[in-house]
Nanobody, 129 residues
Framework: EVQLQASGGGLVRAGGSLRLSCAAS????????IGWFRQAPGKEREGLGC????????YYADSVKGRFTISSDKAKNTVYFEIHSLKPEDTAVYYC??????????????????????WGQGTLVTVSS
């Protein structure tokens, strides 16, 4: 059974950094693209970026370039999402997702009207000013 478990959220102060984890089970990272999304209260889901662990490719949405970093540890079957210089507007539930198709994941991140193969449960990040 494929499962994605996001963790690492919490209450942090503005200006700080946070590393979220997405632990995958039921498949290996080489077979799926892992993407990160977030949804702030009262707002639509926002695609943030993704990584292909098989070849190291990453993609970041223009809105998050420079502050967000995605990496993976294939030995732990886990993808990480680091957020630097946190701002109150980063407050949201952060989700990871898996898709076997690179371009389909990019489309989901950029356009938003498609669904990845699998969604994980979210982790709440709250940034205080």
């Amino acid at each position: 059974e494929v499962q994605l478990q996001a963790s690492g959220g919490g209450l942090v102060r503005a200006g700080g950094s946070l590393r979220l984890s997405c632990a995958a089970s039921g498949f290996t990272l080489n077979d799926y693209i892992i993407g990160w999304f977030r949804q702030a209260p009262g707002k639509e889901r926002e695609g943030l970026g993704c990584i292909s662990s098989s070849d190291g490719r990453t993609y970041y949405a223009d809105s998050v370039k420079g502050r967000f970093t995605i990496s993976s540890d294939k030995a732990k079957n886990t993808v990480y999402f680091e957020i630097h210089s946190l701002k109150p507007e980063d407050t949201a539930v952060y989700y990871c997702a898996a898709d076997s198709r690179w371009h389909h994941m990019i489309h989901t991140i950029v356009i938003g009207n498609t669904t990845p193969d699998y969604w994980g449960q979210g982790t709440l990040v709250t940034v205080s000013s």
